[in-house]
């Protein structure tokens, strides 16, 4: 009689076990497999010092999911030794519970974007930074631009120019300060790249002199492949002791005082970035350079053309001497079509100007 009555303890106990696994499996499955309760995308920050459990409890708490704590034994079990990576998460409203378990153990972390523009000077990096979405700021809108480099650790060196323009991926917890040493670190790769790469006869001796030449050529260029040869002719006029004479280096040197028109006025204006005054090249960068800029000021096209004069689409024409430039001068400055989109030549006929 007590053998039956042990037999059937076992039998009872070994289907109470079966049957609590078999619950406990079917309940771990029903929490992988829910839905996430979002009517729309948005994202799950996962700051430093999270944990598993205390994400999946304040989506429980928000009401995101449920049976947080079995999403929680799961992580533990089946995911040992997976890292819960910081950062920001896509949270899309088809995706199930077991989907965030595995996009948090790749840490598939969101990227946003950031583009500094070929042609833009510090101050609009500076605003850019900004602005950026969900990018960290340490350094103040109100410190000068020497605070900014001495932030960087670049105490001395000179904004304008040093950073290269691009799109730059960014995470959660990164910073302007972040952003802008990637990127100065990349300027510094593609100049001495180019440096490296250069023509021989060059009229300058300095990799800083070639990435000066190279933000004047971009700044100058509307037409992409005119490049080399904008390069060119500035690199002749410095062969031969000629005035630059090209805008953009006098905008720059207004400054504020730019409000959208260049004056004769202007021309005459001291400033040490008046290359219609000054010999060679000014004292720094006006703008960063894209990398056919720089490529194109190392090595600029040959030829004999010492002028050009912009046409009005983007596009410019070359002369090799003064008296083709002022035609051109006559043909497309004095007969602006209306949809002209290129500076104007800002001096008379017979200036002897690069545009």
């Given at each position: 009689?007590?053998?039956?009555?042990?037999?059937?303890?076992?039998?009872?106990?070994?289907?109470?076990?079966?049957?609590?696994?078999?619950?406990?499996?079917?309940?771990?499955?029903?929490?992988?497999?829910?839905?996430?309760?979002?009517?729309?995308?948005?994202?799950?920050?996962?700051?430093?010092?999270?944990?598993?459990?205390?994400?999946?409890?304040?989506?429980?708490?928000?009401?995101?999911?449920?049976?947080?704590?079995?999403?929680?034994?799961?992580?533990?079990w089946q995911m040992e030794g997976a890292v819960l990576h910081v950062g920001e998460y896509a949270l899309q409203p088809a995706m199930t519970a077991a989907e965030l378990l595995h996009l948090l153990e790749r840490g598939d972390v969101l990227q946003r974007h950031l583009t500094l523009v070929e042609g833009w000077n510090f101050a609009q990096v500076r605003a850019a930074l900004r602005q950026a979405e969900r990018l960290q700021q340490t350094l103040p809108e109100d410190w000068s631009n020497a605070q900014v480099m001495d932030a960087l650790e670049l105490s001395g060196v000179h904004p304008e120019g040093r950073f290269f323009p691009d799109t730059y991926q960014y995470t959660l917890g990164m910073s302007d300060r972040d952003l802008l040493l990637r990127s100065y670190q990349r300027m510094e790769q593609q100049l001495a790249d180019?440096?490296?790469?250069?023509?021989?006869?060059?009229?300058?001796?300095?990799?800083?002199?070639?990435?000066?030449?190279?933000?004047?050529?971009?700044?100058?260029?509307?037409?992409?492949?005119?490049r080399p040869e904008i390069a060119g002719v500035f690199t002749r006029r410095l062969r031969l002791g000629m005035k630059l004479q090209t805008d953009p280096t006098v905008i720059y040197g207004l400054g504020a005082d730019y409000k959208g028109n260049i004056t004769r006025r202007h021309l005459t204006q001291p400033s040490d970035y008046n290359t219609y005054i000054i010999d060679g090249l000014p004292p720094t960068p006006i703008a960063m350079p894209g990398r056919e800029a720089l490529l194109a000021a190392v090595n600029p096209k040959p030829g004999k053309s010492l002028y050009f004069v912009a046409k009005g689409d983007g596009s410019h024409v070359f002369s090799n001497s003064l008296a083709e430039h002022n035609r051109a001068v006559r043909e497309y400055q004095m007969r602006r079509r209306t949809d002209y989109r290129s500076s104007p030549a800002p001096a008379a006929a017979d200036q002897e100007s690069a545009e």
């Open positions: 009689m007590l053998g039956k009555i042990l037999a059937f303890l076992f039998v009872v106990s070994t289907l109470l076990v079966l049957g609590g696994g078999l619950w406990g499996f079917l309940t771990l499955q029903t929490a992988l497999h829910q839905p996430l309760q979002l009517e729309k995308s948005r994202t799950l920050e996962v700051p430093p010092g999270s944990t598993p459990a205390g994400i999946f409890a304040e989506l429980e708490r928000e009401q995101v999911l449920e049976n947080s704590v079995w999403l929680r034994r799961y992580w533990q180019a440096w490296a790469g250069r023509a021989e006869d060059l009229p300058f001796d300095t990799p800083y002199e070639a990435l000066i030449m190279a933000s004047i050529v971009e700044r100058e260029t509307g037409v992409p492949s005119e």
